[in-house]
């Protein structure tokens, strides 16, 4: 998905990905915590049939994944694309992933709940993402009964997830409002209306590259739509937001502006050893300068490519004989370098 061509893609200057995951329990099932071997099983075969089965209208687009079948490397992998989550990654019961070959759909089996239903589109396509969800949700239930009470709505395992049982995510790309220090005042505003900012992983994780999600709190209540719509509000705030501040930054200072986007372009092209952290943060450096028009000769699918590939997992994969950090960080600097410059070193 980090890779995705950015032309005409909705804000895609500032909005990485829009994400939409919905929360489902099969009825008379205990809930993933409390199941046991038979009942795993049972819950990952139905589903199996249902997207599998010959007369689906999914079987040709989607692999199955068996997630005590796959090694460390490739279960992260899959949580740095945002396939899966960490939890599912962690989880030590039979679980599995279904998921589309483009990358748009998958569903995670047994994790908190029995079924979690993603979907992610590159920019800004929250409507889009929610209408691809509820079509995959429509085929699973046909099939399956849901655990639904008609006052409550969804039943999930954890209370927050009750009602709807929808996440509505964006992923925003914000160094502006980081270097300006309004960050704060942003995270406390919107937990005052019920959204809440994360790092790159989603809880507790870092905002590595000024990466930040923006997703809903609350799930009863609130229609599907509603909460599409009040996230669509709060990013389109943030949003323009960020772009005055990127103009702002710029007036105040051109020179200083350029020189840290092309200092921090100079040192990637340049650079023998990178760790992870210092090469998000100067792609996000680049890719501002790209999206401010500063830089020309680099283009944004580049280093959306390079900020998938120089995370820990998908760099092992690229580079399995490497035993160290150090090793790994001299080959993602080798990485990042031999594409920026577009030679063979």
């Known amino acids: 998905m980090f890779g995705s061509e950015a032309k005409n893609i909705p804000e895609s200057d500032i909005v990485m990905t829009s994400r939409v995951r919905m929360a489902?329990?099969?009825?008379?099932?205990?809930?993933?915590?409390?199941?046991?071997?038979?009942?795993?099983?049972?819950?990952?075969?139905?589903?199996?049939?249902?997207?599998?089965?010959?007369?689906?209208d999914l079987a040709k687009d989607f692999l199955y994944f068996e997630l005590?079948?796959?090694?460390?490397?490739e279960k992260l992998v899959l949580v740095e694309k945002h396939l899966i989550s960490k939890e599912l990654m962690d989880n030590r019961k039979l679980s599995a992933a279904i998921?589309?070959?483009?990358?748009?759909?998958?569903?995670?089996?047994?994790?908190?709940?029995?079924?979690?239903?993603?979907?992610?589109l590159p920019g800004m396509q929250l409507d889009e993402a929610l209408n691809l969800c509820n079509k995959t949700d429509d085929i699973i239930s046909e099939k399956v009964e849901y655990a639904y009470d008609e006052k409550i709505g969804y039943l999930t395992s954890c209370p927050t997830n009750i009602g709807t049982g929808i996440r509505a995510s964006v992923m925003l790309h914000l160094p502006a409002i980081t270097m300006s220090g309004y960050l704060k005042g942003i995270l406390e505003a919107c937990g005052k209306i019920g959204v809440t900012v994360r790092g790159l992983y989603g809880e507790n994780t870092e905002a590595l590259g000024n990466m930040f999600q923006v997703s809903n709190q609350v799930t009863l209540g609130q229609s599907e739509e509603e909460i599409v719509y009040n996230i669509k509000n709060i990013t389109k705030q943030i949003i323009n937001q960020e772009r005055a501040l990127?103009?702002?930054?710029?007036?105040?200072?051109?020179?200083?502006?350029?020189?840290?986007?092309?200092?921090?372009?100079?040192?990637?092209?340049?650079?023998?050893?990178?760790?992870?952290?210092e090469s998000h943060k100067l792609l996000s450096d680049v890719r501002l300068g790209i999206d401010m028009g500063i830089i020309k000769d680099v283009d944004t699918k580049t280093i959306n490519e390079l900020m998938g590939v120089i995370q820990p997992g998908s760099l092992q994969v690229l580079l399995p004989n490497s035993s160290g950090q150090m090793e790994r960080d001299v080959g993602r600097a080798e990485i990042i370098r031999k594409k920026l410059n577009k030679t063979k070193e």
């Open 246 to 277: 990127r103009d702002d930054l710029y007036k105040q200072n051109t020179f200083m502006f350029e020189d840290k986007i092309f200092r921090s372009l100079g040192i990637l092209k340049n650079a023998r050893v990178l760790t992870s952290e």
């Open 99 to 120: 998921i589309s070959k483009d990358e748009k759909i998958s569903i995670m089996i047994n994790e908190e709940d029995h079924l979690r239903i993603q979907t992610m």
């Open 68 to 73: 005590q079948k796959l090694n460390n490397i």
């Open 24 to 56: 489902r329990n099969i009825n008379e099932y205990p809930f993933p915590v409390r199941m046991d071997f038979d009942q795993s099983i049972f819950i990952i075969n139905k589903i199996k049939e249902i997207v599998f089965n010959n007369k689906s």
